[in-house]
């Protein structure tokens, strides 16, 4: 008896084709990530494919803990993938997602009003189908200033300029497509290979099918050839895609408008631009102007490209820059030094990473040419303070250049504060401190120590002890505690070693390292929700009042000793602090007679802290530092549990009311009890700011 070949839907088709395409197994969550389907579909849909390979009489493997697995050869997994690439699409269940991107299509290609009844008809979707899908589409074309009209007579139709309409549908291409498809599509386009089996209906087959992209593939070699270097393989696809659309529009007599800039039209990419434009002129028998030309010109000098021995930037030197963007990267970073760590004003990689970036964004936004930002997720789910500090500074920006600047491009400006917060940090951070106890034979110690610096480089001895001594025992300093002698006493928890450090040992130790990282990585993830208050660290012991002060030395060791006192940071970070302001100044002054002092967090740290001096005379420090009576220390131990604290104190300086009576204080407490009255007036946290 033949068994029939059972039919295949698209979701069927797509995890088949990632079977055939895996090199060995492959797990479910790959397949998941690859597809875009969830586990609990794949599930569903693998029997038939399952039954679809039974067919054929291949082996699939499906045991949990182990994976999916075709077992056949190269040329038998090739034969039946070119089968899967040119079935028909049968028993197709759209997602939400899906039928959205199909209406788009259809309204972003119309030249005129489409009736919801149209719709209906080709593509078997329900009329309150697609009423209820409506919100979503206009929420989708917001992001590129289009909006949907609709009106019962006419039906629905989209309204909005000519570039935003060709940059939404590059979007929708890459979001039908997917980002694995869509990054490898300019080579799939140049080797001849198919696209049809990617899309979730024939419409979007004969919309790429028209696009002529196989002629403009070969128009990026020409552009290659007439810069001479090389595009990075994600600005070829866009660019490939763009000049597809440009032909589209241009045949449909839909052609962009609009003065021109002069910086651009005389730029050797305007003139590789032109001759492009010429060439597709003649192919096509139409006629593209100066507008178009110069939207070329832009996405080419807009483009990223290929790293070279000579070129190891990661912006192009030819986009546009001046000393106003040099002047916004400046007040973008003093806004959010003030909100996540004053250092970061003297940060040079943080203003020179900066500054290349909004160059580049600048000229893409003045263009309206879409920034994308596939990490914009995770920046807002795992750091939104930091996120947020970026939001509330792109004012700035916006003021500049007069374009409103989208979540993606706030995504990127909290990376790069991020990148350096995490400067601020040193290998230190990643050491943990060892105490060698053992019976005082100096040879044993020393062997011992020797092996662990070989094995374990991030595991630094401190101290070395006898392990007779009970009263420092009690006492030491440390994480952990490593003996070749029994030890019952300690606080750290205990390894028991041979000086030779056995292999047993080396697990143990290892298995100790991984259980004290992952509490330091949960230790963060919960300071980041638990934010100590400005009143939380600014304790009675930590407030000094004073008449005066005879120097800034003084000032800074007077301002930071009841923090050298309870052990919160130690007396090199008071010389830090020195240090700090000989080589770049009073950069950290905050105006209104406020002086922040701070170091680095590796500088001697031991707690988060913080401590105020209050002078009752000015101190006056010639022209380099303005009149100061009031000097706070801050000791961060990371990049994000001070936020809170620094977030409260900018704010309340920004009253003279507060500051006010700050000075009026005669005792220590009063400048608690002010705080109290003074912080439930804020109208915003960091944690509130939206």
């Known amino acids: 008896m033949v068994t029939r070949k059972p039919e295949l839907n698209v979701r069927q088709q797509a995890i088949l084709r990632e079977l055939f395409q895996a090199h060995g197994k492959i797990t479910l969550a790959e397949i998941a990530e690859k597809t875009n389907l969830n586990s609990r579909i794949i599930r569903y849909n693998i029997k038939t494919a399952q039954a679809w390979l039974q067919t054929e009489d291949v082996e699939f493997i499906n045991k949990p803990g182990y994976g999916l697995e075709i077992v056949a050869s190269q040329a038998i997994k090739k034969r039946l993938l070119d089968t899967i690439n040119h079935l028909e699409d049968c028993d197709l269940i759209l997602t939400k997602q899906q039928r959205m991107r199909i209406m788009l299509l259809y309204l972003l290609t119309a030249d005129e009003p489409v009736a919801a009844k149209t719709i209906s008809e080709i593509e078997e979707f329900s009329r309150s189908t697609i009423f209820k899908d409506i919100k979503g589409i206009e929420k989708w074309l917001e992001s590129y200033a289009l909006s949907l009209k ?6 629905l139709w989209i309204e909005g300029s000519e570039e935003s309409r060709r940059f939404a549908l590059e979007r929708l291409i890459r979001e039908e497509l997917g980002d694995r498809r869509w990054h490898r599509f ?20 004969q919309f790429l099918n028209s696009l002529h992209l196989p002629y403009t593939n070969n128009l990026i070699r020409f552009v290659e050839e007439n810069i001479s270097r090389c595009m990075s393989q994600k600005s070829r696809v866009d660019i490939m895609v763009y000049l597809g659309l440009m032909i589209d529009a241009l045949q449909r007599e839909r052609a962009l408008t609009g003065a021109l800039d002069e910086s651009i039209t005389e730029t050797d990419e305007f003139a590789t631009a032109r001759i492009i434009g010429y060439m597709t002129e003649k192919e096509f028998n139409i006629s593209v102007n100066d507008q178009e030309i110069e939207l070329l010109a832009a996405l080419i000098i807009g483009s990223r490209w290929e790293q070279s021995a000579e070129n190891t930037s990661e912006e192009d030197s030819n986009i546009p820059t001046s000393h106003l963007n040099d002047d916004i990267t400046q007040k973008i970073i003093d806004i959010c030094s003030m909100r996540l760590h004053p250092m970061l ?11 290349e970036h909004l160059d580049y964004s600048i000229f893409r936004l003045k263009y309206h040419i879409p920034i994308r930002n596939a990490d914009l997720d995770t920046i807002m789910k795992t750091t939104p303070e930091i996120y947020r500090v970026a939001e509330n500074s792109i004012f700035v920006l916006e003021k500049e250049i007069g374009i409103k600047i989208p979540p993606e491009e706030i995504g990127f400006i909290a990376m790069y504060l991020l990148a350096a ?9 990643s050491h943990l401190n060892a105490i060698i106890a053992n019976n005082g034979v100096r040879a044993t110690s020393s062997l011992l120590q020797s092996r662990l610096e070989y094995e374990f480089p991030n595991l630094r001895v401190i101290k070395t002890i006898n392990s007779f001594e009970e009263e420092a025992i009690e006492n030491l300093p440390g994480d952990v505690i490593l003996s070749t002698l029994p030890i019952e006493q ?13 292999s047993d040992n080396i697990r143990e130790i290892q298995n100790w390292i991984q259980k004290k990282n992952k509490a330091k990585r949960e230790q963060k993830l919960l300071a980041l929700h638990k934010q100590d208050s400005l009143v939380d660290l ?25 923090l050298i006192n309870n052990g919160a940071i130690q007396e090199k970070y008071m010389h830090a602090m020195v240090d700090v302001i000989k080589d770049h100044g009073f950069y950290m002054y905050m105006g209104s007679g406020v002086l922040l002092l701070h170091a680095k967090p590796t500088d001697g740290v031991n707690e988060l802290c913080m401590s105020m001096l209050k002078l009752e005379k000015t101190f006056v420090y010639s022209d380099v530092l303005p009149e100061t009576d009031l000097v706070f220390v801050l ?6 549990s001070h936020l809170r604290a620094l977030f409260q104190l900018n704010e309340l300086i920004q009253y003279p009311e507060f500051l006010q009576d700050i000075r009026s204080t005669k005792k220590p407490v009063e400048v608690i009890n002010i705080l109290w009255q003074w912080l439930p ?10």
């Open 345 to 355: 004003k003297i940060d040079e990689k943080l203003f020179h990473e900066l500054k």
């Open 150 to 155: 609709k009106q019962s007579a006419k039906g």
């Open 635 to 640: 000791g961060a131990t990371d990049d994000n």
């Open 538 to 562: 600014l304790k009675i012991s930590h407030i000094i009042l004073s008449k005066r002060v005879y120097s800034w030395q003084d000032m800074v060791a007077m301002a930071s000793q009841p």
């Open 421 to 429: 917060l995490e400067r601020l940090r040193t290998e230190e951070d």
């Open 490 to 502: 300690a606080r750290q928890p205990v390894i028991k070693v041979s000086p030779f450090l056995e």
């Open 186 to 205: 300019f080579i799939d386009i140049q080797n001849g290979k198919a696209h049809h089996g990617d899309v979730s209906s024939s419409r979007f087959t």
């Open 681 to 690: 007036r804020l109208s915003q946290t960091p944690q509130e700011t939206h």
